[in-house]
């Protein structure tokens, strides 16, 4: 196959894509928070990135995480 033909682009894409999600899958702690929660990681994207490659379930996690732990009682 060429590589620069657009089939195989595609697959390449998609392979990086699902490395990508499967390490962001592997930071995730069961709580659903993402990496060391102590070092104040805000990443605002994960719960939108998850969403698109199918890992619906770990962006609800991350959601529900967000929400009990970065949000106030006046919502910031």
């Not at 199918?54 to 009990?68: K, M, N, Q, T």
Request: hydrophobic content about 40%; glycine content about 8%.
């Amino acid at each position: 196959m060429d590589r620069y033909d657009i089939g195989h682009k595609l697959a390449a894409y998609c392979q990086s894509c699902r490395a990508g999600t499967d390490w962001l899958l592997h930071c995730m702690n069961p709580d659903g928070s993402v990496g060391p929660v102590k070092d104040r990681l805000y990443y605002y994207r994960v719960p939108w990135t998850l969403a698109l490659m199918g890992e619906v379930s770990a962006a609800s996690r991350a959601l529900d995480w967000i929400h009990r732990h970065m949000f106030s009682p006046e919502g910031a």
